[in-house]
């Protein structure tokens, strides 16, 4: 079995985007995850720096506030799995206005 599995990748605004308080990205999701893996790892790409940039992941809830299911994420974080069908990035810092790209890899 391989190390890790990509299950996700979105592209990310460096700030929430326009008329949006929190968002960052277009919806992604992490159904679908392979028995066998336990964790999830996630890797920040697409920019100079990243190592400076933190993000949180909220669930899309219609009508209803989206709660957030990953904190104070960054590039190399590792999480518990959560399986959602609609997750974005949300609460950007440290990216300096610039566009980024999270990956989602499933692992152990």
Sequence with gaps: MPDKI???SVTSEGQPQKGQKHRSSGNF??????GGF???YWEIT???E???IKFNVK???SAAIDPVEFENLKDG???EIKQYRSLYIADPKGSYGGDFIVTVYATN
Excluded: L
């Excluded at 999701?29 to 392979?34: A, Q």
């Design 6 to 8: 990509q299950i996700a």
């Design 29 to 34: 999701s992490t159904e679908g995850v392979p």
């Design 38 to 40: 336990s964790k999830f």
């Design 46 to 48: 697409g920019t100079k």
């Design 50 to 52: 990243p190592e400076s």
């Design 59 to 61: 669930r899309d809830k």
């Design 77 to 79: 974080s590792i999480t």
